[in-house]
């Protein structure tokens, strides 16, 4: 069994910061791809970042300059980092993880998501 468990969404003004943390927990053999997405009301859900077990990130063009990725792979856990927010980025944030375990190969797996939400 594999969990996902994502923390550190909330209210903030514009222009201010969040940090969204997800920690992966379970019968884990290995973690390759982990990456945040992110749905709005009335929107399909959209890759906001992504980073690969050896640290290659890619950020969607909205974000980029502002939103960072990192994992700490001693701890599984990914983090995104949000700077100079903006009401558009209002949203339920996912965590995803492609996790390989003893007896699967590898399969996605999702976090409950985390609400941000920015104020104007």
């Known amino acids: 069994q594999v969990q996902l468990v994502e923390s550190g969404g909330g209210l903030v003004q514009a222009g201010g910061s969040l940090r969204l943390s997800c920690v992966v927990s379970g019968s884990i053999f290995n973690i390759n791809f982990m990456g945040w997405y992110r749905q709005a009301p009335g929107k399909q859900r959209e890759l906001v970042a992504a980073?690969?077990?050896?640290?290659?990130?890619n950020l969607s063009d909205s974000v980029k300059g502002r939103f960072t990725i990192s994992r700490d792979n001693a701890r599984n856990t990914v983090y995104l980092q949000m700077n100079s927010l903006k009401p558009e980025d209002t949203a339920v944030y996912y965590c995803?993880?492609?996790?390989?375990?003893?007896?699967?190969?590898?399969?996605?797996?999702w976090g409950q998501g985390t609400q941000v939400t920015v104020s104007s």
């Open positions: 980073i690969t077990s050896g640290g290659s990130t």
């Open positions: 995803n993880a492609a996790v390989g375990t003893p007896l699967v190969r590898s399969r996605d797996y």
